[in-house]
């Protein structure tokens, strides 16, 4: 091949480089777009039903009563018709972000959403400030709410009006993912800034987003909040290999004519105001308990075990029917050239576990090795697709 062919061969790589690179980049600002669109209609929804909510209990007799009642019904009838994410918990959390943010004017005469100051108006006051269209639905009001469902609900649960207002705004100015926000209500950033005697260096700082920050497109899309609010189902995993390996441990698992049986995979869960995925949820007929499996594509780590533990308490409270033992977990990480399995007892007493529990169960070393060699081929295959 001449040098001129190789010359040309390269450029045109280049170019369709570029093209490629354009087209991914157009369809993940669409993606994020659509997300952001949807959250911002979800976010005004769930302001208006909890106006609704207020308005209707205002209207009732006996208010704090009437309102646990009110709250109740329309939980089991808005489950009834429209699935999954209006257990009371969440229309409570309507209700507060209804009483907790206003939507104002701003100086330049546009509208926007915004966390209320105790010293602020009283809400009488900011519904008479509203247009009469704010009964007309959400669609009106979707453009005034610009973070996302997540962040409202991740600032609803800091205790303190100021601070939230705080993180609000800085969320809004800094263009936090969900991620930053939850980091930096996790380490006080709020108190910090406020005790600092260098603010505007203190804001700087925190406004940079670090690597672990980072919400890729996909992830955006598949917000828990979102697919809960279009009633789509969720069930996906990380990555190809972490999938493929879920997929062969369960077959493996009711393969191996153990008493296991099949209940779930990528169980969604929520504790508090935090989403979690249980990678596979079987059920062990002779033990009677639920089997909790966790699969990490990397090494074993102490929070791996507390994350399990986590698992197996809401398992245990919400997932445990009557007469069944308490459920166990398996951790496995699965990284590079090796394999660490772990069980997980739960409150279940260390000899009673070795007696009963692992007589009944796969021993730690046949599940390395079947997750070992399962890995190998399946990173085999990815590569040669």
Not at 95 to 104: D, S, V
Not at 111 to 128: M, Q
Not at 222 to 234: I, S, V, W
């Amino acid at each position: 091949m001449s040098r001129k062919t190789t010359s040309i061969i390269r450029a045109a790589s280049r170019e369709y480089g570029g093209f490629l690179t354009g087209i991914s980049t157009l369809l993940d600002d669409a993606r994020r777009a659509a997300a952001r669109s949807i959250n911002s209609v979800l976010a005004a929804t769930y302001w208006e039903i909890g106006r609704r909510i207020v308005e209707h209990e205002q209207g009732g007799q006996a208010r704090a009563e009437y309102g646990g009642k009110l709250l109740e019904r329309l939980s089991k009838d808005l489950t009834a018709k429209y699935g999954r994410g209006f257990s009371r918990r969440n229309l409570q959390q309507m209700r507060a972000f209804y009483l907790g943010w206003e939507i104002a004017q701003t100086p330049s005469a546009q509208l926007e959403a915004r966390a209320i100051f105790p010293a602020e108006a009283s809400r009488g006051e900011i519904r008479k400030a509203q247009t009469p269209s704010a009964e007309s639905g959400a669609l009106h009001w979707a453009a005034v709410f610009p973070l996302s469902w997540s962040h409202y609900v991740r600032i609803l649960a800091v205790g303190q009006a100021r601070a939230r207002a705080f993180y609000e705004s800085e969320a809004i100015r800094g263009g936090w993912s969900i991620r930053q926000l939850d980091r930096q209500i996790s380490t006080q950033f709020f108190e910090r800034t406020a005790r600092s005697k260098r603010q505007a260096a203190m804001l700087a700082r925190g406004r940079q987003a670090r690597a672990e920050d980072a919400v890729a497109p996909d992830e955006e899309v598949r917000d828990p909040y979102l697919l809960e609010f279009l009633n789509l189902k969720d069930e996906y995993s990380e990555s190809d290999l972490e999938e493929a390996l879920v997929r062969h441990l369960e077959w493996f698992l009711l393969e191996l004519g153990a008493g296991f049986t099949f209940v779930a995979r990528q169980k969604r869960i929520r504790i508090g105001s935090t989403w979690y995925r249980i990678d596979l949820l079987l059920y062990h007929r002779g033990l009677r308990c639920l089997v909790v499996i966790d699969l990490k594509t990397g090494a074993f780590t102490h929070a791996d075990a507390g994350q399990m533990n986590l698992y197996l308490n809401y398992a245990g409270a919400h997932l445990t029917m009557a007469g069944e033992s308490d459920p166990i977990g398996i951790i496995l990480c699965s990284d590079k050239d090796d394999t660490v399995v772990r069980y997980a007892m739960s409150g279940i007493n260390a000899r009673v576990f070795a007696s009963k529990y692992l007589t009944s169960l796969p021993d730690e070393e046949t599940l390395r090795r079947e997750i070992l060699t399962t890995r190998r081929a399946i990173r085999a295959r990815l590569r040669r697709e």
